[in-house]
C-alpha cells in the first residue's frame, strides 16, 4: 500500500504549528523557529548598519584633516582672505581641539610673513557646534613675525585689513 501524506497549517491561538495532516504529529522545532531567527537577523543587520553609520560618523573628521582634500581647501579659505600659507601638521575632530604645528602664512596685500611652531585652540568640532557665540581660546608657541613699519602703518596692518574685508578702517 501506498501512503500519502498532506503538510497544511493550523494556527493556534498562541502560535503557528505545522502538523501533518496525516499522522497528526508536529514538525521539529526548527522549523518553528525559522521566523523569530529571520526577524532576530533582521534587528541585528539593522544594530550593525547603524553601528557603521555611527563609525563613520565618529572617525569623518579625522579621516578628513588626514586626506589629500584639506589641503587645498584650507588653503583656498587662506587666499580668499588675502593670504597664502601652508602648515606640517593639522589634529581637529569631533573631540579633538584644533592644533597647527609648522604654520607658515604671508600676507599677499603686504608681504608679512608669520610663522608659528604650534597653535592650539580649545575648539573641537562638537564645541563648536553647541558652542554658540561663546569665545575660542588660543595659544601660540614659536611665534616670528616678519614685518615692515612705514609711516602710516606696518605691513601687518595692511595684511589684517584685508583679511577682514577692510572691516576694521569702518569702526570708530
Known sequence: MWEVSFEHSI???SESRRVLASEGRELPSE???RPRRSGRRRITYLFLFLAMVALFIAAAPAVWIRSPMARPLIQR???????????????FGWLTPLRLSGVDLVGT????????EQLDCDATLLGLLTRGGNPIHASANGVRLDLSIRDNG??????????MGDRTRRQP
Open 31 to 33: 522549523d518553528l523557529d
Open 77 to 91: 579659505q587662506l587666499s580668499d582672505r588675502g593670504w597664502e600659507g601652508d602648515y606640517k601638521h593639522l589634529a
Open 154 to 163: 606696518s605691513s601687518l596692518e595692511t595684511d589684517l585689513q584685508a583679511a
Open 11 to 13: 494556527r493556534d491561538s
Open 109 to 116: 596685500a603686504a608681504g608679512t610673513r608669520l610663522r608659528v
